[in-house]
């Protein structure tokens, strides 16, 4: 795979096949008191990128983290490496969400290209890692979130910011009954004989179908005390095959993460 610059983050791509690519943003959002005090908070797209001459590696820097890129045959190794530069805690549930998106088809300026093949317009091709393996994300409402299962306890004693109890984001994200079961998001190509996918060794939500068409899996960040640092390892996916044969590299790939971490 190649990597290069776009304007919200990083574009990866085939060498020999122009119908394989697909964007990261880092991030989008952040939640639960990540970064910015609060429970949902918009992120950013404004970070400096550099890609090294033959576009193998790419890395952006702040004052509070890393992130690299590594490309490889099938996808790109992530490190994400975060440092809590606040005056507070981060609480267990902490987290940022990373857009990873196949392109935009909207109004909004921006100079990503759309990938019609993994848009997904009727929502059968993107799958969650539910309790009984892979699962279709669109449920009740397409958009609805998924939560950590491990996670729940924490989650579910967040002091809620509306005051009809429900959390800031319901509107657009609807809480779902079905919780993911560890880090993994996966597309199938329209003719389902492609799949792009990321993965995160520690993890807080899954969601998907927004605007972009982009899949959601927020990066756990949490806990974290003022001055300490974390890093979160993570990997795209972009080749030749099933959803099945995604799920296979990710158990092989995150082999030592206990699912529901």
């Not at 300490?228 to 099945?244: A, H, M, Q, V, W």
Request: with cysteine; aromatic share 14%; hydrophobic share 35%.
């Amino acid at each position: 795979m190649n990597l290069s610059i776009w304007d919200r983050g990083v574009k990866i791509a085939s060498p020999t096949d122009e119908g394989t690519f697909a964007y990261l943003w880092f991030y989008e959002w952040s939640m639960f008191g990540a970064v910015r005090k609060g429970e949902h908070k918009s992120g950013l797209s404004d970070w400096t990128w550099t890609v090294d001459s033959d576009g193998k590696f790419a890395q952006s820097d702040s004052d509070w983290f890393k992130i690299s890129a590594e490309a490889t045959e099938e996808g790109a190794d992530l490190l994400l490496e975060v440092t809590n530069n606040t005056d507070r805690d981060w609480p267990d549930i902490a987290a940022i969400i990373p857009c990873f998106n196949p392109g935009y088809d909207g109004p909004t300026k921006t100079d990503a290209v759309a990938n019609p093949n993994f848009f997904d317009d009727d929502h059968t091709h993107t799958y969650f890692l539910g309790e009984n393996g892979l699962d279709l994300i669109a449920g009740e409402a397409p958009r609805e979130i998924h939560f950590n299962n491990s996670q729940m306890p924490s989650i579910e004693t967040w002091h809620k910011e509306r005051e009809d109890g429900q959390f800031i984001w319901y509107h657009k994200w609807p809480t779902s009954k079905r919780n993911a079961h560890a880090g993994l998001m996966v597309r199938e190509s329209e003719d389902r004989t492609q799949s792009m996918a990321i993965a995160w060794d520690s993890f807080l939500t899954a969601q998907g179908h927004n605007p972009w068409k982009c899949m959601h899996l927020s990066v756990r960040v949490g806990p974290l005390k003022p001055g300490e640092k974390k890093s979160i390892r993570g990997k795209i996916y972009l080749f030749d095959g099933s959803k099945e044969d995604c799920l296979a590299k990710f158990e092989k790939d995150f082999s030592s993460v206990r699912f529901g971490e």
